[in-house]
């Protein structure tokens, strides 16, 4: 019924910047929270940034400062812009929708995008 799509990563290097995007698209009433998190290999993914319906927004501590959030409700998409990347930024990174659908009933559902490596060379 949704889908999400994520834009490339890709290979910077460390205090470089990149921007990550995710669309959805689909039967779309309106979305609320989006998301991204990160994984590394062998490690749970983790939430690095969080924009409410409210535009309000949280970061991990690991990013504050560097990464931002934002959203464009008219497209459906969120954008993670990534400054002052270091190697430890390095992992696979997920968006994550909370979407309302509408089916004769409004019911949220979470959806995940397909994942994109984002690598920061020393």
């Known amino acids: 019924q949704v889908q999400l799509v994520e834009s490339e990563g890709g290979l910077v290097q460390a205090g470089g910047s990149l921007r990550l995007s995710c669309a959805a698209s689909?039967?779309?009433?309106?979305?609320?929270?989006m998301e991204w998190y990160r994984q590394v290999p062998g490690n749970q993914r983790e939430l690095v940034a969080r924009i409410s319906g409210g535009d309000s927004t949280n970061y991990a501590d690991s990013v504050k400062g560097r990464f931002t959030i934002s959203r464009d409700i008219a497209k459906n998409t969120v954008y993670l812009q990534m400054n002052s990347l270091k190697p430890e930024d390095t992992a696979v990174y997920y968006c994550?929708?909370?979407?309302?659908?509408?089916?004769?009933?409004?019911?949220?559902?979470?959806?995940w995008g397909q994942g994109t490596q984002v690598t920061v060379s020393s």
């Open positions: 994550k929708q909370l979407v309302v659908v509408n089916t004769g009933r409004l019911l949220e559902y979470q959806y």
């Open positions: 689909g039967n779309i009433f309106k979305i609320n929270a």
